[in-house]
């Protein structure tokens, strides 16, 4: 089973937690077809981590993980941390395929959809 992660940064105000918990689940559900199982996850500040998220990937039978970093710019995070995060968390999780996306800021059609909206 292919699983996938919605990673963000984490918030101090839970709403905003929450709101991101709200897209992976919607999210997850629109890519069914290709994706078994999804949650959020947070590098800081909020719950679950990516180790954790990661663990319960496993946990449900996850051969494969997709990470998509939900952050608009590469900043330090995405160049830097998320890349080294995800080799670390690869080690601790040998039998589970970690893939970590594009960050939302590159992906195709963002730039259209921003043009749409305003």
């Given amino acids: 089973m ?8 984490g918030s101090r105000v839970a709403a905003s937690n929450d709101e991101i918990r709200q ?4 999210l997850t559900a629109r890519v069914a077809d290709r994706y078994g199982w999804g949650a ?18 496993a946990a449900a039978g996850c051969r494969e993980v ?3 970093p939900y952050f608009l710019a590469a900043g ?14 690869q080690r601790v999780h040998p039998g589970l395929e970690i893939r970590l996306h594009d960050h939302v ?5 963002l730039l259209d959809l921003l043009a749409r909206s305003v």
């Fill in 2 to 9: 292919k699983g996938l992660i919605v990673l963000a940064h």
């Fill in 23 to 26: 897209i992976a689940r919607a």
């Fill in 40 to 57: 959020a996850a947070f590098l800081e500040l909020a719950e679950p981590s990516l180790g954790a998220a990661l663990a319960m990937a």
């Fill in 66 to 68: 997709v990470v998509l």
């Fill in 76 to 89: 330090s995070h995405v160049s830097r941390d998320l890349p080294a995060l995800v080799r670390e968390q």
């Fill in 105 to 109: 800021g590159k992906l195709p059609g």
